[in-house]
């Protein structure tokens, strides 16, 4: 049995779809794991003890006060004697919790207590998953290394409520866990990527440039998903102002050419995915001093020079990566200028987004992108940059195998 003599610590937040966790447990344990169940309060609201003691053979944690489970410090050793914690539904309370370490619960206690690895499967209204507060827990709790799996699509128990909100089905989250279990195996380990990121600032003189608005956070999520999935990753960051994602290797730059000379020497790689947005254009004699206004001239002329192409080289490459992608940012036919930059580049798949101002994608935190391939276009729904991310590493772990 896959998960023979596994320890799993499920804990159970209160939620409408704290019932999916009854069958977790029936199907965990029938392949084998050991399901030791805490419930919050909440939770005790949409489930009883007694159903998920039946279910898990087993005490039901309950109290971070009780005199019986506490007289050996109970919380503590239910945080480390396990193989991995699964938190099943988690909602927004519980999350919100976990990413700014608060303990006033046995639940809270044991996830701020333990060093397991720990498996969230979030479940609450599409309003309150998309909630900037939530988002930011979320981004918090992925840097702290919890793993995700969900939400997903679909109808709310509320009427007429439906989005991303759903928690992940029972089999869903089995199949996580015995990834995380299995070495956390990792559909991209032995597998090499490079991911840009950010502007590229081209210089007029010592103190003006020319560039692109991008904050970074699209790419820097990618290379972080992709690293997630296993892969060595190398990020060739353009200037932001936000952290570098954790377990990648970052190389920063200022201007195109520097950006395409740190991606071809990462050469030969498995996947490339170019999400910079790299300035088109820098002046073809850079000033040495800064330009002065002088009385009564008008402005001086700037003469341009194309930049390089950093996709297109790399997807023509003799080098070329088996999978390359790249994103077309647009502000007006979407579609059919997304097709053509993928014929024109050498590309797989361009990430296609309307990056007009009243979406404020470019420097926010969402984005809802087309995936455009020579098989066809399919649109995502309006996502956090951090999901379309790890959509994305999905579709190239898929793509590779």
């Known amino acids: 049995m896959p998960l023979a003599e596994k320890r799993i610590l499920l804990v159970i937040s209160g939620g409408i779809a704290a019932y999916k966790s009854l069958d977790l447990i029936r199907r965990l344990r029938e ?21 998920v003691g039946a279910l898990s053979s087993g005490h039901v944690y309950t109290d971070l006060f009780s005199r019986e489970d506490e007289q050996d410090v109970g919380h503590i050793r239910l945080a ?11 909602t927004a309370d519980l999350m919100a919790k976990m990413a700014n370490g608060l303990a006033d619960d046995l639940a809270s206690t044991v996830l701020l207590a333990t060093d397991r690895p720990v498996l969230v499967a979030p479940a609450m209204n599409p309003k309150m998953w998309a909630h900037a507060a ?12 919890i793993t995700f799996i969900g939400p997903n699509a679909g109808e709310m128990a509320e009427s007429g409520e439906a989005g991303f909100g759903r928690m992940a089905e ?71 102002t936000i952290p570098d994602p954790k377990g990648v290797k970052v190389i920063h730059v200022e201007q195109a050419a520097e950006m395409l ?8 790689a498995d996947i490339a995915v170019m999400v910079a947005a790299v300035a088109d254009w820098r002046v073809a004699t850079l000033n040495t001093e800064k330009i002065k206004k002088q009385p009564g001239e008008g402005p001086p002329p700037l003469m341009l020079t194309e930049n390089p192409d950093i996709l297109k ?18 502000t007006q036919d979407v579609e059919s200028n997304g097709r053509v930059k993928l014929q024109k580049k050498g590309a797989d798949l361009i990430v296609a987004n309307d990056v007009s ?27 956090s940059k951090e999901d379309v991310a790890d959509r994305l590493a999905g579709w190239i772990a898929t793509r590779l195998t």
């Open 31 to 51: 392949r084998g794991a050991e399901v030791r169940p805490v419930m919050t309060a909440g939770a005790q609201q949409f489930v009883t003890p007694l159903a």
């Open 80 to 90: 480390r004697d396990c193989d991995l914690i699964v938190v099943a539904p988690a």
């Open 313 to 330: 080289t790399v997807g023509h490459s003799d080098k070329r990566p088996t999978v390359v992608v790249g994103f077309a940012a647009e």
């Open 134 to 145: 939530t988002r930011r827990n979320v981004e918090t709790l992925r840097n702290d290394d």
């Open 261 to 268: 000379d740190a991606v071809l020497a990462r050469l030969p």
């Open 170 to 240: 029972p089999l869903e989250i089995v199949a996580a866990v015995e990834a995380l279990l299995d070495g956390g195996a990792k559909p991209l380990a032995g597998r090499t990527a490079v991911v840009t990121s950010g502007p590229t600032h081209e210089p007029i003189d010592p103190v003006r440039y020319i560039a692109n608005r991008s904050s970074g956070r699209q790419g820097h999520a990618i290379a972080a998903a992709l690293a997630r999935l296993g892969a060595d990753v190398t990020l060739v960051s353009g200037p932001v």
């Open 357 to 383: 101002p009243e979406t404020g994608i470019m420097g926010g935190t969402r984005n809802s992108v087309k995936l455009i391939t020579a098989e066809g276009i399919e649109a995502w729904p309006d996502l």
